[in-house]
């Protein structure tokens, strides 16, 4: 995330909040955030969120993905919310929302 300029906002039990600024160095051709950078952020809050409810000798790993992209990604940053839906012994489900400054509607992604 330090490659995008992205800073953590929000870190809470189950709840991690990161931003990214949108960049010229970040966007596809069209001049919207790169879904790459989306998909990163998604996965990232995710993972931070999950790895709030680990304990601190436990390590996450994203074992799948799942992205809906619903709107292009433009304004002046995303905020990528990721939250823990379900926690188990050996496993973390997590959602991401992410929004940016100037969205109409969010982009919805689910990995767990």
Same mark, same amino acid.
């Given at each position: 995330?330090?490659?995008?300029?992205?800073?953590?906002?929000?870190?809470?039990?189950?709840?991690?909040?990161?931003?990214?600024?949108?960049?010229?160095?970040?966007?596809?051709?069209?001049?919207? /955030?790169? =879904?790459?950078?989306?998909?990163?952020? +998604? *996965?990232?809050?995710?993972?931070? #969120? &999950?790895? @709030? $409810?680990?304990?601190?000798?436990?390590?996450?790993?994203?074992?799948?993905?799942?992205?809906?992209?619903?709107?292009?990604?433009?304004?002046?940053? /995303?905020? =990528?919310?990721?939250?823990?839906?379900? +926690? *188990?012994?050996?496993?973390?489900? #997590? &959602?991401? @929302? $992410?929004?940016?400054?100037?969205?109409?509607?969010?982009?919805?992604?689910?990995?767990?």
């Amino acid at each position: 995330m330090e490659t995008f300029g992205s800073e953590l906002a929000t870190v809470d039990p189950g709840v991690v909040e990161i931003l990214v600024p949108f960049s010229s160095r970040l966007t596809q051709q069209d001049g919207f /955030l790169h =879904a790459g950078v989306v998909i990163a952020a +998604a *996965d990232s809050a995710c993972g931070y #969120a &999950a790895l @709030t $409810l680990m304990e601190h000798d436990r390590r996450v790993l994203t074992v799948e993905l799942k992205v809906n992209l619903l709107a292009a990604a433009s304004g002046d940053r /995303l905020i =990528a919310r990721g939250e823990v839906l379900r +926690a *188990d012994r050996r496993s973390r489900s #997590a &959602a991401a @929302t $992410l929004t940016s400054s100037l969205a109409t509607r969010p982009t919805r992604s689910r990995p767990s």
